[in-house]
Structures are given as C-alpha cells and as structure tokens.
C-alpha cells in the first residue's frame, strides 16, 4: 500500500500551489482520499476529504474557501488546490485513505510519505 503526495514547494503570501496524491497496491479509486499537514512543533490537522465518488466533501475551516479538493473518480489520484496560501500553511501535506467518508483524517487507515509546502511572508 503506497500513497505518494507531491507538488509542494515554496512560494510567497498569496501564492497557489496544487498537491497530487497518486495511490498505489491497494483499491484507492474505492477509498475516501484525505490531506492532512503537520507544521514543526504543531499536532496534524485534517483539511479536507472526499468520498469514492465525489459526492461528499469535507473542509476544515482553517481551509475554507482557499482549497478545493478533487480527484479523479474511478482513478487513484486526488488533488490540493490550495490558493491565497498564509504563511501558517507552512507546513508538511500528506495524503490519506479510508474506506469510510469521516472528517478525522489523521486517522485515516493509510497514509504515505508528505511533501513540504513554504510559504514565504
């Protein structure tokens, strides 16, 4: 089981960036997709989820109104849309999977390596 997140990087106050989220060796098109970040010396927020089918979305609201979530139903990948960027979203993203739709994404049943996300002030 390999969920392998990727496409953060630095950017300024205000920026864009989009994470992907590619999940392999197990059924992750049937799975509810997650992001969580963890920042240095914080506890790991859940942001945002999506069910199997992309019927049900769920968004933190430290998040709200920033970043979309999607993915693409039927397939093993999920995206980040994350705007306007703050620099508390410094952080580290990872990606998660459960087999049920639930707002607790730190403890989804599957989670993979993070990547970094700097937002510069």
């Known amino acids: 089981v390999q969920l392998q997140a990727s496409g953060g990087g630095v950017v300024p106050a205000g920026g864009s960036l989009t994470l992907s989220c590619v999940g392999s060796?197990?059924?992750?098109?049937?799975?509810?997709l997650g992001w969580f970040r963890q920042a240095p010396g914080k506890e790991r927020e859940g942001l945002s989820a999506i069910s199997a089918s992309g019927k049900h979305i769920y968004y933190a609201d430290s998040v709200k109104g920033r970043f979309t979530i999607s993915r693409d139903i039927g397939k093993h990948r999920a995206y980040l849309q994350m705007n306007n960027l703050k620099p508390e979203d410094t952080a580290v993203y990872y990606c998660?999977?459960?087999?049920?739709?639930?707002?607790?994404?730190?403890?989804?049943?599957?989670r993979g390596q993070g990547t970094q996300v700097t937002v510069s002030s």
């Open positions: 060796g197990f059924r992750s098109d049937y799975y509810t």
């Open positions: 998660a999977a459960d087999g049920r739709f639930s707002e607790s994404i730190v403890g989804y049943d599957y």
